[in-house]
């Protein structure tokens, strides 16, 4: 059959029949099919080129293979060097190259405290170890400091913003290295504390620089202040009453730049203070605070509330951060219950309300007031008041409109001297007054007891009208008179006397020196005295001579200003006394001139003491004349002696 033509439906359905028709035969087709596989014989073996077989029909057809880009022949080169390069390497470490330096093979270890006290000397060792099997070298030690710490610097380039890099240089193969950390730390009790280090090393024959880190934390087992609130027990509503804050130095080393805060209750009213504050009413700049010693600050205010409410003081002390706030190195509360009494009682002393500190000797007059705070009638009123103290001369009390009831050394009014107390209104209140002065000198019994004061103890009863009749109210309120030391100085020159041998003329000749010894003493009362300095001056023509008794004594002279002070410290209560006065001996020399000739100069000039009064707080000062060429107080001096000869 011949498919040149279209073959019909009728021709299709006889070729199917004969397809499956048994032992039917076709004849082979002259044209093959447009779709039909070209063949070719297969070969055993590749040719270099084609021959009859490039033909159409004998020709195997491949798919072309595409041809690779540039870049990626680059990519595969480089691939291939670095992976040569790196099997090489591997080979050349393998085969004794030089060791590997790694930080993991670098030990820092700290030794020492984990717990201090603050602001107390503490010494860290630093073990830095080189494990590796190679030398670095170029090693600087990087010390990052604790905020408010206070370093101690070993190196020449010393503590920077609490930054310290030290230089170590080489640490060899196989070498540990020590190095020591000294610190003052200070900060809230129980409050960590980190060091931090930093290694900075280059490996030998390297210029790459690498680090290793450590750290150690440290608690503070102590604050370096410590805070005391002294409020009374209680305050009446509406009425002034003062209280102290004291921050008391527990450390060997200078605390700086310390700052007081207070948080005060609800209801309280500031009135005053004798250090002004610095930041509204609550933040106080104290400066620094030195070793072991003692800051106080005076507070005087009103509170308001209810009766029998308790209030509290919180204080805190230390420096001053970025943002304002005090840094607190230490706390401190305390409270105070406050009174709303039915009888409100008030008292003045010598005109004045707040807390009274007098000298020994001194005459004291009191008033007292009341009120009746009820919107009722009070009836009956008594006031009743006691003085105690072995300070007070009994002998001297006297008493306006009242009488002395000497079975138990009361004061006492009535209605009998003063006829306001049978009746008083609501709102209504009255007035007494009563005198008594202060021994002077004060007893030896008194100074050995320290501290001496005067208490006064007021109490008024009165009757007001209940369901049950007549009750019983009454108010109690308690004064303290502090009675501040007696710090007084004692100044003499000698020539003849003392344990310094002077030497020459006496008259004194213009031109000539001469020598003389200044002697300074000190008595004190009754309370122990800080922070005692005395001082004075030396003229132009006075020479010193750097020569004192005793030799420890904490003496410093100026000499640019010619100023001489002397810092004996702490001053006990009774020396001078019942005890041993500090004194001072040192010697000068004075060269007059032919102007002073018939004079009796200036030889030291006016000598000031100060100090304060650890119990009253009050600052103390004394001031002694000049001392001339006139030494009256040398036993063997005669008047000629003192005027200055030709």
Avoid: C, H
């Avoid at 035969?25 to 093959?32: D, G, I, M, N, S």
């Avoid at 931090?196 to 210029?207: I, V």
């Avoid at 009836?379 to 007070?392: L, R």
């Avoid at 000198?441 to 009757?463: D, F, M, R, V």
Wanted: hydrophobic share 40%; aromatic share 8%.
């Amino acid at each position: 059959m011949i498919y040149n033509e279209a073959m019909n439906g009728n021709d299709l359905e006889k070729l199917k029949k004969r397809l499956y028709k048994k032992d039917e035969e076709f004849k082979e087709r002259k044209f093959k099919p447009f779709a039909a596989p070209r063949t070719s014989a297969a070969k055993t073996y590749w040719e270099e080129s084609l021959s009859e077989a490039d033909s159409e029909e004998g020709r195997l057809l491949l798919p072309e293979k595409p041809k690779m880009s540039f870049s990626k022949k680059i990519i595969i080169i480089s691939a291939s060097v670095l992976f040569l390069s790196g099997t090489i390497v591997s080979v050349y470490f393998l085969l004794g190259g030089p060791a590997i330096v790694s930080s993991k093979n670098i030990d820092i270890k700290f030794e020492g405290p984990s717990g201090v006290k603050g602001g107390e000397a503490n010494i860290w060792r630093v073990l830095i170890a080189n494990k590796n099997e190679t030398n670095i070298e170029l090693a600087d030690l990087i010390i990052e400091y604790p905020e408010n710490s206070m370093p101690v610097p070993s190196s020449a380039g010393g503590v920077k913003n609490l930054y310290e890099r030290r230089p170590i240089g080489m640490i060899k193969a196989g070498e540990t290295i020590e190095q020591t950390i000294k610190a003052y730390l200070f900060g809230e009790k129980d409050s960590e504390k980190k060091i931090k280090l930093t290694l900075e090393y280059r490996p030998e024959g390297s210029n790459a620089i690498l680090a290793k880190t450590g750290e150690r934390s440290v608690r503070l087992l102590q604050s370096p202040v410590e805070l005391f609130v002294n409020l009374p027990r209680e305050a009446n509503a509406g009425e002034v009453f003062s209280f102290e804050v004291d921050i008391i130095s527990n450390t060997a080393a200078i605390i700086k730049n310390m700052n007081l805060k207070i948080e005060y209750p609800s209801g309280f009213q500031y009135l005053e203070s004798d250090i002004g504050p610095v930041s509204g009413d609550a933040i106080w700049r104290l400066g620094d605070l030195e070793p072991n010693k003692k800051r106080t600050v005076k507070i005087k205010g009103i509170l308001e509330g209810q009766d029998q409410m308790e209030l509290s003081f919180r204080v805190l002390a230390g420096p001053i951060d970025d943002k304002g706030e005090v840094t607190a190195y230490g706390y401190g509360v305390k409270s105070i219950v406050l009174k709303k009494p039915f009888l409100k009682l008030g008292v003045k002393i010598n005109g004045r309300t707040e807390e009274t500190i007098v000298s020994s000797g001194a005459v004291l007059k009191i008033d007292i007031d009341w009120q009746n705070t009820l919107p009722v009638k009070i009836y009956n009123a008594v006031v009743e008041v006691k003085i105690k103290g072995d300070a007070v001369n009994q002998r001297t009390i006297s008493v306006a409109k009242g009488f002395y009831r000497s079975f138990d050394q009361s004061l006492v009014w009535n209605q009998t001297g003063i006829p306001e107390l049978r009746e008083i209104e609501p709102l209504g209140g009255g007035e007494a007054q009563f005198n008594f002065s202060l021994f002077d000198p004060l007893s030896n019994e008194i100074i050995k007891q320290g501290n001496p004061t005067a208490i006064i103890e007021i109490e008024i009863k009165a009757e007001r009208t209940g369901e049950e009749g007549r009750v019983e109210i009454k108010n109690r309120l308690t004064k303290e008179i502090k009675i501040a030391t007696s710090l007084r100085l004692n100044r003499k020159g000698l020539y003849y006397s003392g344990p310094f041998k002077n030497t020459g003329f006496l008259p004194p000749k213009a031109g000539k020196e001469t020598t003389y010894t200044v002697v300074w003493s000190l008595s004190n009362a009754a309370n122990v005295v800080s922070d005692a300095a005395i001082s004075a001056f030396l003229p132009s023509y006075v020479r010193w001579l750097g020569i004192i008794s005793p030799e420890e004594a904490d003496v410093s002279y100026n000499q640019t200003t010619g100023e001489i002070v002397w810092r004996p410290g702490d001053i006990p209560a009774g020396a001078g006394v019942i005890g041993p006065s500090p004194e001072l001996y040192f010697q000068i020399v004075f060269l007059p001139s032919a102007s002073q000739i018939g004079t009796q100069p200036i030889i030291i000039s006016e000598t000031v003491l100060s100090g304060k009064d650890t119990f009253t707080g009050a600052f103390l000062r004394d001031v002694k004349s000049a001392i001339t060429t006139y030494l009256d107080a040398d036993l063997k001096f005669e008047y000629n002696d003192a005027i200055v000869a030709q």
